[in-house]
Nanobody, 121 residues
Framework: VQLQASGGGSVQTGESLRLSCSAS????????MRWYRQVPGKQRELVAG???????NYAQFAEGRFTISRDNDKNAVYLDMYNLRPEDTGVYYC????????????????WGQGTLVTVSS
């Protein structure tokens, strides 16, 4: 199973970006999907999460500016980021809880490789 993230880049303050992440490989289903970020000098933090049924939750800094969504047919999750600020600069990671059969049905966490977002003032 692999998670492939894309969509990072360099933008100016106030601009927008869309991050995408899709799961590939052999698995039964994808449940919770999340975006995390690691900004310079800080620990990795949760940005937003979304359940398989589409219920979303956000970190306080993301409320009102970021929107998480998913396409279950594509096993993909998206993060639309609006009104970006220099403090949003960092590496963004997608994470998914994926159910697989390996003897028994089990759920494991998988991480994407990270995509860099740079916001200049």
């Amino acid at each position: 199973v692999q998670l492939q993230a894309s969509g990072g880049g360099s933008v100016q303050t106030g601009e927008s970006l869309r991050l995408s992440c899709s799961a590939s490989g052999t698995f039964v289903s994808v449940s919770q999907m999340r975006w995390y970020r690691q900004v310079p000098g800080k620990q990795r933090e949760l940005v937003a999460g979304i359940t398989g049924g589409g219920v979303a939750n956000y970190a306080q800094f993301a409320e009102g500016r970021f929107t998480i969504s998913r396409d279950n047919d594509k096993n993909a999750v998206y993060l639309d980021m609006y009104n970006l600020r220099p403090e949003d600069t960092g590496v963004y990671y997608c994470q998914a809880d994926i159910w697989q059969v390996s003897g028994l049905l089990k759920r494991d966490e998988y991480w994407g490789q990270g995509t860099l977002v740079t916001v200049s003032s």
